[in-house]
């Protein structure tokens, strides 16, 4: 700072030091906690501290102005801590971030993720053939289905047995390995389809297994009681470089030609990659691989040959046609819906206002089917890595917390974990996602109240009971022993949406996901941060590979333990002294 700066009069100071900070925030983009509609939100709050949920929810033509359908997904917001005027406030401030802009932008393929210079295109994925999406000036549609066909046709001659293993063998058993982005779409995804009837009928007898973690317990379950013969590796890594997933495919290698001979591994481990040269420097075929681009970003990959070629293995591809047609249902609805009727801008809008104007720094993920036991594990990396950021697009550390934890678990399986919490604890919003017909209907002869009923009972009555509570007059009224009423009261007035899909299969997924995905664009548009780059996982993994090089120089040179701070030698050293006998 300069030196007439510091020996100014300390207000002409602070006026001064105001001004510079102003100053460098314009050259670099104002953040939209500058906003006069950020600040008219700002002072919203207090209106709405003044209001509780029930008596909201009295307001009938509030409800039906908070509920909405397209394409067979209703949404209900209604039980959210909003007014009309806050969602045409919302709406305001979603105009002064540009957010029709930067939708398009994206939608247009301009490089929105700034720091790694690409432009962000995973809708390009589940485009139909006709259509044109440029990015970096050419029409990336084409590609897109150039690799889907090449999928199609891998996967129907390993699932019709004329593509077999090194012994002549038809591959009935895929596993795939990846991490992140690279596992957790397609596990979901995989996860939610087992139990479909019209999936779970063309998988026959097949296995698709997941290999994430670096842990060789995790190998060691992928491969219990399979056969190298029968078993196909897929190695699915946008850099081909994750130390995770080498590892992984390395030792999965050595299981497949120290079982079959090292000529096995052509017939018997294909890849996904951008990097299609070091595919080739493994020891994969390059015909064998099924590439994909640097416009998709990793948690957003699962709709290209990411999740395509696994899934289409287990399914085949027909029914993954489903699962892109569904997501392609919502980014065009996503792309062109007025934003008052548009569900992931909505949806957006509201964690927004739960996040930043409401204090609530959590949002719980909470489907009423075990088919989507997988989701919320994925829309954590979805949501946590794309808008867990500390500064705004343009390197401006943000005066406000941005993203959010996200966390869940089927109903009604969480009822009887965390919802103690979430009733009588701290204030978390929830997505109750609930499904009208079951995938697995269940009648019992004697019972009128079927299966899913009684799962559904639960979806309709959390809302409520967090949106109304119960008063200690209520309780008094009970004639509960006045000791206890302080700890059976519940306060309501707990933010809730809710989510109905008429059923569960391919296409329901795919919008489903897509609904997550966009929803979670839109938060980090209007934060105004970026959304699409990861550089926080960086730091960790560094220091991984130098803990690795003390690893091996220990183990190999006997060296002694050098260059970590006290507490780290001492258990680096522990844990080598223990590990050595
Ligand atoms: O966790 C960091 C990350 O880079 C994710 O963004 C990505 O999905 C994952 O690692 C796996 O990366 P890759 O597909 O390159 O192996």
């Known amino acids: 700072m300069p030196r007439r700066i510091i020996s100014a009069k300390p207000k002409l100071r602070l006026i001064i030091i105001f001004f510079i900070i102003h100053l460098h925030h314009l050259q670099m983009g104002t953040l939209i906690s500058d906003t006069a509609s950020w600040k008219n939100l700002k002072d919203h709050v207090g209106e709405i501290d003044k209001t509780h949920l029930c008596d909201l929810m009295t307001d009938t033509d509030r409800c039906k102005s908070m509920m909405l359908e397209f394409d067979g997904i209703f949404l209900d917001y209604s039980r959210q801590r909003t007014t009309v005027d806050t969602m045409s406030k919302l709406l305001t401030l979603a105009k002064e971030a540009r957010l029709k802009q930067k939708i398009d932008s994206m939608f247009n393929g301009e490089h929105i993720n700034s720091t790694e210079n690409r432009s962000v295109l995973h809708v390009a994925l589940r485009a ?29 001659k390993v699932r019709n047995g004329s593509w077999v293993g090194a012994t002549g063998k038809v591959l009935t058993n895929v596993i795939a390995i990846g991490i992140g982005g690279s596992f957790l779409g397609p596990l979901f995804v995989h996860t939610a389809l087992q139990t479909d009837p019209a999936a779970s009928k063309s998988a026959g007898g097949r296995q698709l297994r997941f290999l994430a973690n670096v842990d060789p317990v995790d190998v060691a379950r992928n491969i219990s009681g399979l056969n190298p013969e029968t078993t196909l590796v897929v190695v699915v890594s946008k850099t081909f470089t994750t130390a995770e997933t080498m590892l992984n495919a390395r030792t999965l290698r050595e299981w497949i030609s120290s079982a079959l001979g090292p000529q096995a591994v052509s017939k018997h481990m294909v890849a996904v990659s951008t990097n299609l040269k070091l595919v080739e420097k493994f020891g994969i075929d390059p015909n064998n691989a099924f590439a994909f681009w640097d416009w998709v970003g990793g948690r957003y990959s699962v709709c290209s040959a990411v999740g395509v070629l696994p899934l289409s293995l287990q399914y085949g591809f027909p029914v993954v046609e489903k699962f892109l047609e569904g997501a392609r249902s919502i980014d065009q609805h996503f792309h062109s819906a007025p934003f008052e009727n548009n569900i992931p801008v909505l949806l957006g809008l509201l964690s927004v206002w739960n996040v930043s104007f409401l204090g609530y720094p959590a949002r719980a993920i909470l489907p009423y089917t075990q088919a989507l036991e997988k989701l919320a594990p994925h829309i954590q990396q979805v949501s946590m890595e794309s808008n867990g950021k500390g500064v705004s697009i343009d390197g401006v550390r943000l005066p406000f917390e941005a993203g959010e934890i996200d966390f869940g678990e089927p109903g009604t399986n969480g009822q009887h974990s965390f919802y103690q919490l979430i009733h009588q604890g701290r204030v978390i919003p929830c997505d109750f996602i609930g499904i009208v017909k079951s995938q697995q209907p269940v009648y019992l002869r004697d019972e009128v ?75 980090g548009f209007i934060w105004g941060i970026n959304s699409f780059d990861q550089w926080g996982v960086e730091l960790g993994k560094s220091l991984a590979s130098q803990v690795r090089r003390q690893l091996h120089a220990s183990r190999k040179k006997g060296e002694s333990v050098q260059g970590f701070n006290f507490s780290t030698t001492k258990l680096l050293t522990r844990y080598l002294e223990a590990s050595a006998d």
């Open 449 to 523: 109240v079927n299966n899913h009923d009684e799962l559904m009972s639960n979806f309709f009555a959390q809302p409520d009971a967090l949106a109304y509570g119960k008063t200690p007059e209520q309780l008094q009224s009970e004639n509960i022993a006045p000791h206890l009423v302080p700890h059976k009261t519940f306060t309501g007035n707990r933010p809730s949406l809710s989510l109905l899909l008429p059923s569960l299969d391919a296409y329901r997924i795919g919008q489903l996901l897509a609904i997550y995905e966009h929803r979670i664009a839109v938060e």
């Open 128 to 156: 139909s053939k006709d259509t044109t999406i440029n990015g970096d000036g050419k029409n990336v549609v084409p590609d897109v289905w150039q690799v889907l066909d090449k999928i199609q046709e891998f996967s129907d």
